[in-house]
């Protein structure tokens, strides 16, 4: 298959518009992962009791227990309770809970 000049033409402008169109998406993306955060920093804490919070993460409740005792989870109490805000956890803060996604995804029960 041959190209003629006029589709190669074609073809070059539309590589020469890849910069300039990937810088605006870089844009665009930037100013709504912006507002996503600000929803995000404006929700209400999504507070669960201890075992909700070990279901939500696939640990044991007695490893939640620990990681509570520890200060190792942001938790709040209520009342005589205590509910652990899933909402400022993440895998780079709570221990062990990137590793275990993985195991758990995969299927594999070590």
Same mark, same amino acid.
């Given at each position: 298959?041959?190209?003629? $000049?006029? #589709?190669?033409? =074609? $073809?070059?402008?539309?590589?020469?518009? =890849?910069?300039?169109?990937? #810088? #605006?998406?870089?844009? *665009?993306? !930037? /100013? =709504?992962?912006?507002?996503? +955060? +600000?929803? =995000?920093?404006?929700?209400?804490?999504?507070? &669960?009791?201890?075992?909700? $919070?070990?279901?939500?993460?696939? &640990? @044991?409740?007695?490893?939640?227990?620990?990681?509570?005792? !520890? %200060?190792?989870?942001?938790?709040? *109490?209520? %009342?005589?309770?205590?509910?652990?805000?899933? @909402?400022?956890? @993440?895998?780079?803060?709570?221990? %062990?809970?990137? /590793?275990?996604?993985?195991?758990? %995804?995969?299927?594999?029960?070590?």
């Amino acid at each position: 298959m041959t190209l003629d $000049a006029r #589709a190669l033409t =074609v $073809a070059l402008e539309a590589l020469l518009e =890849v910069p300039d169109r990937l #810088a #605006a998406f870089e844009r *665009r993306f !930037a /100013s =709504v992962e912006s507002q996503l +955060s +600000s929803l =995000v920093t404006a929700l209400p804490p999504l507070l &669960v009791p201890v075992t909700e $919070a070990a279901a939500a993460l696939k &640990v @044991s409740v007695p490893t939640m227990r620990r990681w509570v005792r !520890a %200060g190792a989870v942001p938790v709040v *109490r209520v %009342g005589n309770t205590i509910r652990v805000d899933l @909402s400022r956890l @993440s895998p780079k803060t709570t221990p %062990g809970v990137a /590793s275990q996604r993985v195991i758990c %995804g995969k299927g594999s029960h070590g």
